[in-house]
Structures are given as structure tokens and as C-alpha cells.
T-cell receptor, first 114, second 111 residues
Framework: ETGVTQTPRHLVMGMTNKKSLKCEQH?????MYWYKQSAKKPLELMFV???????ENNSVPSRFSPECPNSSHLFLHLHTLQPEDSALYLC?????????????FGQGTRLTVV | RKEVEQDPGPFNVPEGATVAFNCTYS??????FFWYRQDCRKEPKLLMS???SGNEDGRFTAQLNRASQYISLLIRDSKLSDSATYLC????????????FGRGTSLIVHP
């Protein structure tokens, strides 16, 4: 039990599909993050939310749309993705907004775009 | 120069060996530093923070050299279970929201 739960764990979608990734944290943290991890590349930060407000959007294409309805839940809405978007998508949370003093990661959603 | 650089490896060592990884960072105003461990097809997990004076946790020792802008991780008496990818993480100066991960160093410990 990591305290950060992501669903689904695996997702295969076509380029015309619309899907959503879900993240839930039970740690009482105030900051949540979406990261993308592609093969042989470092983790890439996509979005940061602090107290439900997006504080960072790291030049992510608009086909990725985040949503943070409350401090415990974070979504990543996906539409018209490309095959190069296939990757492991990791959600993380941390106690302190603005910096990862100690981040806890979910187990990730392994996404394949066909 | 990349913000955070790590030798991707793999480092292939026998059980019982001592192995060290370095990680260099480019922003001299970086605030704090961490080592994370990521097992194959799993999420990263915090291994240890890195303090200015250096710190030790069992077989693991982390050190920070601000003058030369690098951090290191030393693993003594390697175990098979230490096989993983070790990620260096650098927190930015206060006011920024983007911690930077290195690409990771792969360690393989063999019998």
C-alpha cells in the first residue's frame, strides 16, 4: 500500500479514443504531480497541482488535460494521442506544495497507444 | 549541460562488492537532493535524502559536494536485491515547482 493509488494499471487505446487516468492519495498531501516516463529517458514532469490549483504546466501538448477536483484526486484526460505518447504515467504527491521534499509515487499506468 | 546527469550504466557487480554512483547538477542554487530507487516496471521510491554533512543508512552512504555540484551514493556489501535503477533528484531553488530527475543509473548485482 503506497498511499497513492493509480487506475488503471494498464491501458491500451487507439489514437481516436478518449480515456482518463485516475490518481488518489490518502496521505493528506497538498501537492500532486503527473510525470511521464518513457524508455531510457528521465522522468518528465507534466503538471503540478497545489491545493487544487495548477501551478505548473511543463509545455505539455493539449491532448493531455489534467483535472484536480480536490486535494486527494487527480485526473489526466487523454484524447487523440499519438503512438509516441506510449509510456508509464506516474502520479506523485508530496506534503509541501512547490517542492518535492519527499514524494510518494503511485504504481503508474502503463499506456500503449496503437 | 543537462540539469541533472547520471551515468546510465549498467553497473554490473558481484555480490559483496562496493559500488558508487555520482550525479552532477547544473543549478548551483539547488536546494535539496535525494536518491530514489526504481525496480523494474515499478514506481520510484525514496531511498534517502542527501544532507550537506553526508549521511549513512545501513550499507548506503550519500554525500553532497556543493563546490563541485555533485552528489554520490555508495553501496557497500552489495546484495542481489540491490539490483535496480537509482535516480538522482534535485530540488530547485525556492519558488520553482520543478524538481529534476536524472535518467537513472542501472545496477545489476550478480551471484
Amino acid at each position: 500500500e503506497t498511499g497513492v493509488t493509480q487506475t488503471p494499471r494498464h491501458l491500451v487505446m487507439g489514437m481516436t479514443n478518449k480515456k482518463s487516468l485516475k490518481c488518489e492519495q490518502h496521505l493528506g498531501h497538498n501537492a500532486m504531480y503527473w510525470y511521464k516516463q518513457s524508455a531510457k529517458k528521465p522522468l518528465e514532469l507534466m503538471f503540478v497541482y497545489s491545493l487544487e490549483e495548477r501551478v505548473e504546466n511543463n509545455s505539455v501538448p493539449s491532448r493531455f488535460s489534467p483535472e484536480c477536483p480536490n486535494s486527494s484526486h487527480l485526473f489526466l484526460h487523454l484524447h487523440t494521442l499519438q503512438p509516441e505518447d506510449s509510456a508509464l504515467y506516474l502520479c506523485a504527491s508530496s506534503p509541501k506544495p512547490g517542492q518535492i521534499t519527499e514524494a510518494f509515487f503511485g504504481q503508474g499506468t502503463r499506456l500503449t497507444v496503437v | 549541460r543537462k540539469e541533472v546527469e547520471q551515468d546510465p550504466g549498467p553497473f554490473n557487480v558481484p555480490e559483496g562488492a562496493t559500488v558508487a554512483f555520482n550525479c552532477t547538477y547544473s543549478n548551483s542554487a539547488s536546494q535539496s537532493f535525494f536518491w530514489y530507487r526504481q525496480d523494474c516496471r515499478k514506481e520510484p521510491k525514496l531511498l534517502m535524502s542527501v544532507y550537506s554533512s553526508g549521511n549513512e543508512d545501513g550499507r548506503f552512504t550519500a554525500q553532497l559536494n556543493r563546490a563541485s555540484q555533485y552528489i554520490s551514493l555508495l553501496i557497500r556489501d552489495s546484495k542481489l536485491s540491490d539490483s535496480a535503477t537509482y535516480l538522482c533528484v534535485v530540488n530547485p531553488p525556492a519558488g520553482s515547482y520543478i524538481p529534476t530527475f536524472g535518467r537513472g543509473t542501472s545496477l545489476i548485482v550478480h551471484p
